[in-house]
């Protein structure tokens, strides 16, 4: 516990002595250094005995020599690219040795480096180190070479040039230790691993300085040796300038590496200088240029006169090129398809004229393999910052994907999925444009077919829609192949197909395409293994008729295509004049009709109805009249199908209906045995299909306070064998508020009874062909007689329509048909004429008299 508390070892005086002189010296450099010093110093005092032995004649030589290298240490001569310095004294120190022995040069060398050290350092250390060093130094070399001098000759009688030799090799020596000695101090000291090669290099140059100064020292003292000490003095005057010549050589040297350095340090310094003003400088230039050669989107320089001056990666690899050298110098039109260049060019003196900044185009690119891509490009007036030429640059960018996307879209939107033709937009389009041109020139006149399969549909439901796809494809393929090039086939819907035939106007080579066509199309078709003949109606119109619009043209075509149908299919047929003033005249009163109807203005004639046995009116069917100003009466069995045709049936049934049931619910109110009057009104198949059939009647009966149960509504035959399923809801609704039906035209479209069992049907009206037939034992006779039975089997009531004679009226009441309506019990009558027959019945009947067509009525059917 005493040992602790002692305070540490007090330093003794080398340590103290040590961390003053030196603190960097690490144990190994301390070692050396003390070493090194105590052999150099004990060399110094075995010199100093030898020489204090010497005959006292030497001294002054002795002591003139060691002068002259002191006093040449004084003027050091730095050694060019090295750190070191080559003092002149070495002469005189190697020609002590030469002449007076080891123990003289070890003096004077000892005496020089102190010199030379206490110059350049100010550390004791060294200016301790470097004269006890160089004295051990010179101490061996010294004695080696006497030891050599000895073994070679005898004495100082040895040759010329061993002397001059073996000086050199001395002084080589002597350095070689010297530096040696003194670097490994410093090795030791960084704790280092000692390099003879960085040695060398360091040392090398004073060497050299010391292997001349050696040669010298032996040429001065074999001259000495032989001409005497006089030749010496003589000499050292040649040998001062001498050594001054090298001084100032070295000092020149010295100087002129100094500018050396400083120049090339300059430049150096202007080079890093101008690196950095470049580097700030070309900043931008480089973060373009980095941008331009890296970037995604393909570019290019390119002169105001079109060429590439510069490509980027990118667009290389958008043409096809391994590298973008490849397009340099090559006219950018050149990379352009033919038709697209003359756009280019002008885009490109338009921004080389200023016109413009930029310009954008769409083109088409040849690759390198000269296949087509399309590009778009983005062109701009551009600065290159080394460069006073302004140029182009020109963007690229690859858009055939889009191109391509777009050209399917397009495809998809203008053409037929199933037959790739054109479809209905586009022929509408391409119509459009024919008509155009043949506005221009009427040489350019065409004619356009309108073409329908004839029993499609009947393929398509028996056979399925893919054979219904496959007959289609068929035959378009067959209506193109029979047509020429440049006229145009298109799939309008359906079945329906146009073509348009180019440079024709002719209706004799119409007809006569048409007629080889139907040929074509009458050849069997394998659709589905199946073999399928198939015949198609056209219809042909031509632009001569001097068609403004597509749709007009198409309409005329469509309309002889329907004539070709109702002269019986398989056949064509020319919109001529005929057709067209039929066409016209549909059209006007087409207008005409929908004016008559939205001004409420058409006319109501009312048929009366009779018990046929007791010849009693039932009720009224209300027919539609129209009288045109200028046509004059314009009968039903016309307008109702144009009305269909125009969409305004909907409208005219409604109005026939509210007004009807007013008039009716009018006369009803005449007398109490009028209550009970029934109304008939009829309907088409477009009012059955219509949405809100149910809704419109009951409206109508509301309005009008009619009674449902007194209301009959007649659909024709063939209105029920289109398929009333959908309207089914509305016609039991109907049934349920009390609304009748009945059967129109009975007995025309028997094709099928299942109806009567399915629907809720009153009454059967006989088709008044059937009636007016009638004679007895005829086959229509039968049919009636069938009819009304039928109608007693299922429960309905039975209606004779046409009954225009008293026969007719005779057999339908012997057959117990129950009601009857004809021109021979009464004409349709306009409302003031029913209102003055059911006023005569009202009075009739005041009169105990019930009104029939057998007591007095028959003279109303004579109006
Ligand atoms: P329909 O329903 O069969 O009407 C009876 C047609 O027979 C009426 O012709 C009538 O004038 C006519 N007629 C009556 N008695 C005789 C006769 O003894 N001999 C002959 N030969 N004909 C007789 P109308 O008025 O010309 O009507 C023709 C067709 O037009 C009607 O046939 C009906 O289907 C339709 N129609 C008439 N008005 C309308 C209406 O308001 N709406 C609808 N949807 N169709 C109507
Ligand atoms: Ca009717
Ligand atoms: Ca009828």
């Known amino acids: 516990?005493?040992?602790?508390?002692?305070?540490?070892?007090?330093?003794?005086?080398?340590?103290?002595?040590?961390?003053?002189?030196?603190?960097?010296?690490?144990?190994t450099a301390t070692v050396y250094w003390w070493l090194m010093v105590a052999l150099g110093g004990a060399c110094l005092v075995y010199a100093g005995w030898e020489v204090h032995a010497l005959p006292l004649s030497v001294l002054p030589q002795l002591l003139a020599g060691t002068a002259l290298a002191v006093l040449a240490g004084f003027f050091p001569v730095r050694i060019p690219g090295s750190k070191n310095s080559f003092v002149a004294g070495e002469v005189f120190i190697f020609l002590l040795l030469l002449m007076h022995g080891t123990s003289a040069a070890t003096l004077a060398a000892a005496g020089e480096a102190f010199i030379g050290s206490y110059r350049s350092s100010k550390r004791w250390t060294s200016r301790i180190a470097s004269p006890t060093f160089s004295a051990l130094a010179m101490s061996l070399a010294g004695h080696l070479m006497e030891a050599t001098l000895g073994v070679v000759g005898s004495g100082g009688t040895a040759e010329a040039g061993v002397v001059l030799l073996v000086a050199s090799a001395v002084a080589v020596a002597y350095w070689l230790l010297n530096t040696v000695f003194i670097s490994l101090v410093i090795t030791f000291k960084r704790n280092e691993r000692f390099r003879v090669q960085d040695h060398l290099s360091s040392f090398g140059s004073v060497g050299i300085a010391y292997g001349g100064s050696a040669l010298i020292a032996a040429l001065l003292s074999l001259t000495v040796q032989q001409s005497g000490m006089g030749v010496l003095l003589g000499a050292l005057p040649v040998v001062a300038m001498l050594l001054t010549t090298i001084h100032y050589f070295m000092r020149q040297q010295e100087a002129q590496e100094t500018v050396r350095r400083s120049r090339m340090e300059a430049a150096e310094r202007e080079a890093q200088q101008a690196a950095r003003h470049v580097a700030a400088l070309s900043d931008s230039e480089r973060r373009f240029h980095n941008a331009f050669t890296h970037a995604s989107i393909g570019m290019a320089l390119v002169s105001f006169e079109g060429r590439i001056l510069q490509a980027n990666t990118a667009l290389a690899g958008i043409l096809g090129y391994e590298r973008p050298d490849g397009l340099a110098q090559q006219p950018f039109s050149t990379l352009v398809a033919e038709d697209d260049r003359a756009s280019l060019q002008a885009s490109f003196e338009q921004i080389a004229s200023r016109a413009v900044d930029k310009a954008s185009l769409e083109v088409r690119c040849l690759d390198s393999s000269h296949a087509p891509l399309w590009a778009s490009l983005n062109c701009a007036v551009f600065n290159e910052p080394d460069s006073e030429t302004p140029c182009l640059i020109v963007?690229?960018?690859?858009?055939?994907?889009r191109r391509h996307a777009e050209a399917q879209l397009n495809h998809i939107a203008f053409h037929d999925g199933l037959t790739g033709l054109p479809n209905r937009g586009r022929f509408y389009t391409?119509?459009?444009?024919?008509?155009?041109?043949?506005?221009e020139d009427p040489e350019q006149h065409f004619a356009l077919m309108f073409l329908d399969f004839d029993r499609f549909k009947l393929i398509n439901d028996s056979m399925g829609h893919s054979a219904g796809d496959e007959f289609l494809i068929q035959v378009s393929r067959r209506i193109q192949d029979h047509m020429r090039p440049s006229d145009v086939v298109a799939r309008l819907g359906g079945d329906e197909f146009a073509v348009l035939m180019h440079r024709m106007d002719d209706a004799k080579a119409a007809t006569h395409l048409a007629e080889r066509l139907q040929q074509v199309l009458r050849q069997p078709l394998l659709i589905s293994g199946v073999a399928v003949t198939t015949s198609a109606s056209m219809g042909v119109t031509f632009s001569s008729l001097g068609y403004t619009a597509p749709e007009e043209m198409l309409r005329d075509a469509d309309t002889a295509m329907y004539r070709a149908k109702a002269n019986g299919k398989a056949r064509c047929a020319l919109f001529d004049a005929a057709l067209h003033t039929e066409v016209s005249n549909r059209l006007q009163l087409e207008n005409d009709l929908r004016e008559v109807i939205a001004k409420g203005e058409l006319e109501i004639v009312y048929q009366p109805l009779f018990h046929i046995r007791d010849g009693h009116v039932r009720g009224f069917e209300a027919l539609s009249r129209w009288t045109h100003p200028v046509r004059g009466p314009i009968p039903p069995s016309t307008f109702i199908p144009i009305a269909e045709e125009a969409g305004l049936i909907v409208e005219l049934s409604d109005l026939m209906l509210v007004r009807a049931c007013a008039q009716l619910r009018q006369w009803q109110e005449l007398d109490p045995s009028l209550h009970h009057l029934k109304l008939q009104v009829n309907m088409s198949a477009t009012d059955l299909a219509h949405s809100e059939l149910f809704e419109r009647v009951a409206r109508a009966l509301r309005a009008t306070h009619f009674s449902p149960h007194l209301l009959t509504l007649e659909l024709t035959e063939s209105i029920l064998m289109t398929g009333v399923e959908a309207a089914l809801p509305a016609i039991e609704a109907l049934r349920r508020l009390g609304v009748a039906l009945a059967i129109d035209d009975f007995g025309t479209g028997y094709s099928s009874l299942s109806y009567l069992s399915t629907l809720p049907i009153d009454s059967l009206k006989i088709d008044r062909s059937f009636v007016h037939g009638m004679r007895m034992g005829s086959k229509d006779a039968e049919i009636v007689r069938a009819i009304v039975s039928l109608g007693a089997t299922l429960g309905k009531?039975?209606?004779?329509?046409?009954?225009?004679?008293?026969?007719?009226?005779?057999?339908?009441?012997d057959?117990?048909?129950?009601?009857?309506?004809?021109?021979?019990l009464s004409h349709p009558l306009k409302?003031?004429?029913?209102?003055?027959?059911?006023?005569a019945i009202v009075a009739e009947r005041r009169h105990q008299h019930h009104p029939s067509f057998d007591t007095g009525m028959m003279p109303l059917t004579h109006h």
């Open 1 to 27: 516990m005493e040992a602790q508390n002692n305070p540490p070892a007090k330093p003794g005086i080398l340590q103290r002595l040590h961390a003053v002189l030196m603190p960097d010296y690490n144990r």
């Open 395 to 401: 963007q690229v960018q690859d858009i055939s994907a």
């Open 430 to 439: 391409i119509l459009s444009h024919a008509l155009h041109t043949t506005k």
């Open 797 to 813: 009531s039975v209606v004779a329509e046409g009954i225009e004679t008293v026969s007719q009226l005779g057999q339908l009441r």
């Open 815 to 824: 057959l117990g048909c129950e009601q009857g309506q004809g021109f021979h």
């Open 831 to 839: 409302a003031s004429e029913a209102q003055a027959l059911l006023e």
